[in-house]
């Protein structure tokens, strides 16, 4: 039986987990900090943490003293199995005076000879975080004094926890987002290319996108698109239907053909996925654009010569909609010397309480036959008030005069 713990011991341990020096560690490294103090305080041989993966259900070793071997081999395991499973599902402590093989999934803890084991959940609010658990190689009876303190420090790594998870979204989002829009658009003879990207998301990306792409017959391939959602999730899928499209450009001399193959690929594998997208291939003389789109909003054509108005396009069903077998349609605009085709995605002219018919004809009001820097710049600025409630991409083209 451990001795009771005096009020002086009860200080010192509750100080060296609220520490405000831990405060400034980084995410990980407080996590390190925190099983270090853990295992001096309660006198145990291993400490661990397991974080909860919310995508796949299962608990991730993610820092461990006395178990390192855990985190270095990945260790994971679905919650309600085994030990930690079992604190998982129950969000209860649980206390093993004698543990068995029957007890635990991880064959390590075996392997150690972890006699003993208590473990807790993380908990944030109403949400699992995680579980942290400790073991001692000898036989040990662990008291409530012991679950107290265990409790204490699972709250400080619930916080360490939430940034850490919430830091690697981020740098996620920001990698694919580097990767799947353009740090700079190409350089295309006999037009000017222009575009922004404002995302609506904390994550810093969304389902918004364009892209601009050379074919090998000369066409210049122009596509905008918005994956219904925020964040990462329609993030990844954007990236797929975005690499599609390449790849269904390479073979189609027909923006509809291409769209038609594409609308095939999100029914069956992004189910459930709404995506609109408008897809143009301006011709080698740069004097026509073909235009299809499903689901997209009309793009804005100004001439230098004339106002600005939606191009005369018609609009198909989304992508990933089940629909009357109808085949879609390509439409010839001409583009004279010196026009501007303007895209967007809704985010840019949708508000609140108002029809988007108001926001469209404020959007032609605004665009004019200049450089795309220009036109874009003078866009956004007008939108800022708006922005950012929805992602937002636009990409403008001019053809030269």
């Avoid at 001096?40 to 993966?53: H, P, Q, Y």
């Avoid at 239907?241 to 269904?248: H, Q």
């Amino acid at each position: 039986m451990p001795p009771r713990i005096n009020d002086d011991e009860r200080l010192r341990r509750l100080e060296a987990v609220t520490d405000a020096t831990l405060s400034r560690l980084d995410a990980s490294d407080l996590l390190d900090e925190l099983l270090d103090r853990v295992r001096d305080l309660l006198g145990v041989d291993t400490a661990a943490i397991l974080l909860l993966d919310v995508h796949s259900q299962q608990l991730v070793a993610t820092a461990a003293k006395g178990l390192e071997e855990e985190v270095r081999a990945g260790f994971r395991l679905a919650v309600g199995r085994g030990f930690a499973g079992r604190i998982a599902a129950t969000r209860t402590a649980v206390r093993l005076t004698d543990v068995t093989p029957a007890d635990v999934v991880n064959p390590i803890l075996v392997d150690k000879g972890v006699r003993s084991l208590l473990g807790v959940p993380i908990l944030a609010g109403r949400d699992l975080v995680g579980v942290l658990h400790v073991g001692t190689l000898s036989r040990r009876e662990f008291g409530d004094d012991d679950v107290k303190l265990l409790e204490l420090v699972a709250d400080r790594a619930a916080v360490a926890g939430r940034i850490r998870s919430a830091k690697l979204d981020q740098a996620a989002a920001l990698a694919l987002q580097r990767s799947l829009l353009p740090a700079r658009l190409p350089s295309a003879p006999g037009v000017e290319l222009a575009a922004r990207y404002v995302p609506g998301h904390a994550t810093g990306i969304g389902g918004d996108w364009y892209d601009v792409f050379a074919l090998p017959s000369g066409w210049l391939g122009v596509v905008i698109g918005d994956v219904s959602g925020h964040g990462l999730a329609s993030a990844v899928v954007m990236g797929r239907i975005r690499s599609a499209l390449r790849a269904y450009a390479l073979i189609c001399d027909d923006p509809a053909q291409a769209l038609t193959l594409l609308d095939r690929k999100v029914q069956h594998f992004e189910a459930g996925s709404l995506t609109t997208a408008l897809y143009a291939m301006i011709s080698p003389g740069r004097e026509r654009a073909v235009i299809s789109t499903a689901g997209h909003l009309r793009p804005v054509l100004a001439a230098p010569d004339g106002p600005a108005g939606l191009a005369d396009v018609p609009v198909d069903p989304p992508l990933g909609v089940v629909r009357p077998d109808r085949p879609r349609r390509s439409t010839v605009v001409p583009l004279a010397p010196g026009a501007l085709l303007f895209c967007y995605t809704d985010g840019l002219v949708e508000r609140r309480g108002e029809v988007i018919d108001i926001g469209l004809d404020r959007l032609v009001a605004i665009v004019r036959a200049d450089a795309p820097e220009d036109v874009c710049a003078t866009v956004m600025a007008e939108a800022a008030d708006a922005l950012p409630t929805d992602d937002v991409a636009v990409l403008a083209v001019r053809r030269h005069g």
